[in-house]
């Protein structure tokens, strides 16, 4: 009888958890053990998150080495601040710190400008294509991410920042708002007239985006 109740209940309880939340969970143990003095627990957290945060730093500062810096600081601020994470989602936390020292390093760019985007020399940045890709594949995915990272890049660094943020990353107008520390309003004009820029600047490389 308590072996068919069993059976009910794994039938008919709530859902298993989603990799998310069980991901959240691990973060936010990680978390509290580090604010106890483990630091073996922060570098777990470094490992989990040191990837997915060098691609989004990239993305808005396109240079190997000023985004490996950014995540760098961003983690040692991180850790510095660790009091401050008031529950949420861990990812999204380390994302916004991340943000804003890339948001510094873009500042900084911008008084003094430089070569965009030099790793276009060669694709050994790229991911390596699957067996199975053709040749022409591969070649004109390479060709639309050049004349789309040039367009970003071209886009004054607030309208990037947005567009990055919410057309990549996915984050609401409410969290760029806060990101940004500008108005929701504000936040909406820049994804507005950055789109208009890139709709502009791709205009001549339209038979890249085709079908």
């Not at 040692?76 to 390093?105: C, E, P, Q, T």
């Not at 607030?158 to 567009?163: A, F």
Request: charged residues 30%; proline residues 5%.
């Amino acid at each position: 009888m308590t072996e068919t109740r069993a059976e009910d209940d794994s039938q008919t309880g709530a859902p298993e958890p989603s990799a998310d939340a069980l991901g959240q969970g691990v973060d936010v143990a990680l978390v509290e053990e580090a604010l106890r003095g483990r630091l073996d627990a922060f570098n777990e957290l470094v490992r989990r998150h040191q990837d997915h945060l060098f691609g989004l730093v990239y993305r808005l500062v396109p240079d190997r080495d000023q985004a490996a810096d950014a995540v760098q600081e961003a983690f040692f601020n991180a850790y510095k601040h660790l009091a401050s994470y008031r529950g949420g989602s861990v990812r999204s936390w380390l994302g916004r710190i991340a943000i804003n020292a890339a948001m510094d390093i873009g500042r900084a760019r911008r008084r003094r400008p430089s070569q965009p985007y030099p790793e276009f020399e060669d694709d050994s940045w790229q991911p390596p294509a699957g067996g199975e890709e053709e040749p022409e594949t591969r070649t004109l995915a390479l060709e639309r991410s050049r004349a789309l990272a040039i367009a970003l890049d071209a886009l004054p660094f607030e309208q990037r920042t947005c567009i990055v943020l919410y057309d990549v990353e996915g984050y609401d107008y409410a969290e760029i708002s806060a990101i940004m520390r500008v108005e929701v309003g504000t936040v909406k004009s820049r994804i507005h007239r950055g789109r208009l820029a890139l709709r502009s600047a791709l205009a001549p490389h339209r038979e890249l985006f085709r079908g």
